[in-house]
């Protein structure tokens, strides 16, 4: 379970950092601009502005500053998986640079779906298929199956011979 990995973790005596992104919009941004004789007025802004995409790691202690990354972006383009998992890589080597070979250390990250990307390999055929593409899919899996079937019947048994779940960026609890 979750919260077994997790004492095993804090058990071990890990390095923890948690991962997290978030997002603003430079037009969004207010000052407070005071004068003289104690008067304020806010700063008025035309528009959202420029949009940029903040990903860092966390510890309990202080960021990771080497691990910042701010991305300019729009609201249909932001961190997508290619860009999350170069990311990982780098800061992991990062870590690994930073602590030693022999370090512990546990990275935690949300479930956002750009961190659960499955391999190639372990993706299954989804209901939103046609049926030739079920049916292309089995063979390509080598699983023998009757042309006859209805996609429903080939969607079970895609699914019944589904290898299991495994990520681009998989988690590891052995460390």
Known sequence: SDLRINEHV???HARIYFQDESWINLGDVRKNIWVYEGKGRLRQNDGKGKRFGISALISPQDYH???VDIIA???EYNMD???FVNWIEDTSRKLRILYGDEAKIAIVQDNASRHNVRTPESKVPKRS???GQVQEWLNDHHIPFDSRSVKAELLELALANAS???YIVRPIFAF
């Open 65 to 67: 500053y080497d691990s």
């Open 10 to 12: 804090r058990d071990s």
């Open 164 to 166: 299991p779940n495994q």
């Open 73 to 75: 972006c729009s609201e």
């Open 81 to 83: 998986n290619d860009r």
């Open 129 to 131: 298929w046609r049926k």
